[in-house]
């Protein structure tokens, strides 16, 4: 079992900046890829960025230049920095990762989500 605990969301003007935190806890062994995603009302939940355990990252392309995502593997942490926000990036964001357990297995897991609200 693994789990994952974000935070870092909140309400911010357009043209502010914030940064979500997830850690992941639970008996990993490895974690392959990390990443988030967003739901906004009524919509799907879409891709934001991802960050494979060698570095690789993969962004939206409505976020790329603005958003720049992070991890730290010794802390099974990732980190989304947003800058430039707009009020289209107002959604629900999920951290999601996946990877292996002790003693063996594979997970994937998502957090609870974090509420974004860009104000105009």
């Known amino acids: 079992q693994v789990q994952l605990v974000e935070s870092g969301g909140g309400l911010v003007q357009a043209g502010g900046s914030l940064r979500l935190t997830c850690a992941a806890s639970g008996s990993i062994f490895s974690i392959d890829a990390m990443g988030w995603y967003r739901q906004a009302p009524g919509e799907q939940r879409e891709l934001v960025a991802t960050v494979a355990g060698g570095g690789r990252t993969n962004y939206a392309d409505s976020v790329k230049g603005r958003f720049t995502i992070s991890r730290d593997n010794a802390k099974n942490t990732v980190y989304l920095q947003m800058n430039s926000l707009k009020p289209e990036d107002t959604a629900v964001y999920y951290c999601?990762?996946?990877?292996?357990?002790?003693?063996?297995?594979?997970?994937?897991?998502w957090g609870q989500g974090t509420q974004v609200t860009v104000s105009s």
């Open positions: 999601n990762a996946v990877g292996s357990v002790w003693p063996r297995g594979n997970f994937g897991s």
